[in-house]
């Protein structure tokens, strides 16, 4: 389990993240979401206690990431794919791990196969690596100690989508031994298929969280109209929480019923009106989002 409680870390005059406070539970797949600049990474940083937090602390099962001796028996972090040395190959980066660890050289093997990377690859230096064998050679390392809690910055970035549903596999299989796994995205696709529990952050606060079928069930209304600007404005004049969505159109905080009735008091002829979780996650996250995205890195 992480325990994450009043998390807040400031930048002179930026909070990069705010009060957060969260759950990660055992036996399940959190997937942290949020825009660009968001937070995640920070927040991230600062379970694994490379970013001292301004206020507020985290624990790893039941202790702060600093007082766990050798860390990587407990938490396995990726916390960036890119960052590693690209003068080792693939088995001499785990190799390195595992002796730091105290680890048999034989788990080295094991986890290559797990992540997926041949011999004849793990015998290539890292630098040569696409992004997606670097996801693959970071989950290996994290997964190395044979951790019961993993905490993954942006995993599947780089991942095709068998990539993708291999990760899901591979975290399903971790999270039903037991374990706790923590990964960020900004990528909607990626967590709806990977995650159980969700915890979406804007702008470096909490904006919603609970589990992934929770949060589709709140989900709102999709609406579009002959004229969705005076029909934005009739929404938020009945008091409903209405945004444009960047797809066009508007998503509602409201039940489809609740926003035909404005539209046809208003005289608005609608072009479409559905509940928004026939279109996923992604109009939740976005409706959920708007409001905190920071300014030109929403995408
Ligand atoms: N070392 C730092 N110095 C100054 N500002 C920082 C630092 N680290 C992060 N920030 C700022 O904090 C905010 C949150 O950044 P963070 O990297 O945590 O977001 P993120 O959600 O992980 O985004 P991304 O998906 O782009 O990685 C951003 O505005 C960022 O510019």
């Known amino acids: ?3 994450i409680q009043g998390l807040t870390r400031t930048y002179g005059a930026t909070t990069a993240v705010d009060d957060v406070t969260f759950t990660v539970e055992p036996g399940r ?10 937070g995640k990474s920070t927040t991230m940083r600062m379970i694994c206690a490379l970013t001292r ?4 602390q985290s624990l790893v099962l039941g202790r702060r990431y600093e007082d766990i001796p050798n860390p990587g028996r407990t938490v396995g972090v990726l916390l960036d794919a890119q960052a590693q040395h690209g003068g080792r190959t693939g088995r001499e980066a785990l190799t390195v791990s595992a002796l730091t660890m105290g680890l048999d050289r034989r788990r080295v093997d094991e986890m290559l196969e797990l992540v997926g990377l041949t011999p004849a ?9 696409s992004l997606g064998m670097r996801q693959r050679l970071g989950i290996a390392n994290a997964l190395l100690g044979d951790p019961q809690v993993l905490v993954l910055d942006e995993p599947a ?26 990964l960020s995205s900004h990528l909607l696709r990626e967590v709806e298929v990977i995650a159980d529990d969700l915890v979406v952050i804007g702008r470096g606060r909490i904006v919603a969280r609970g589990t992934k079928a929770e949060l589709l069930a709140t989900g709102g209304a999709v609406v579009r109209s002959a004229d969705d600007a005076t029909l934005l404005v009739a929404l938020q004049q009945a008091g409903l929480d ?10 509602v905080e409201a039940e489809p019923a609740v926003v ?16 928004s979780d026939g279109g996923g996650l992604e109009e939740r996250f976005l409706q959920l989002t708007a409001a905190d995205a920071r300014e030109g890195v929403h995408r």
């Not at 690859?121 to 690596?129: L, P, Q, T």
């Not at 945004?243 to 508007?250: A, D, I, Q, T």
């Open 260 to 275: 035909g009735r404005v539209a046809v008091d208003r005289g608005i002829a609608l072009t479409e009106l559905r509940p």
């Open 121 to 129: 690859e793990a015998r290539r230096r890292v630098g040569g690596y």
């Open 53 to 56: 937090p301004t206020s507020g």
């Open 29 to 38: 797949v959190t997937g942290f979401l949020g825009p660009n600049g968001a």
């Open 242 to 251: 209405a945004v444009e969505s960047p797809g066009g159109g508007l998503v």
């Open 157 to 182: 970035n780089g991942l095709d989508p068998a990539g993708i549903h291999w990760m899901r596999t591979l975290l399903a299989d971790f999270t039903r031994a037991g374990g706790t796994a923590l």
């Open 1 to 3: 389990m992480i325990e």
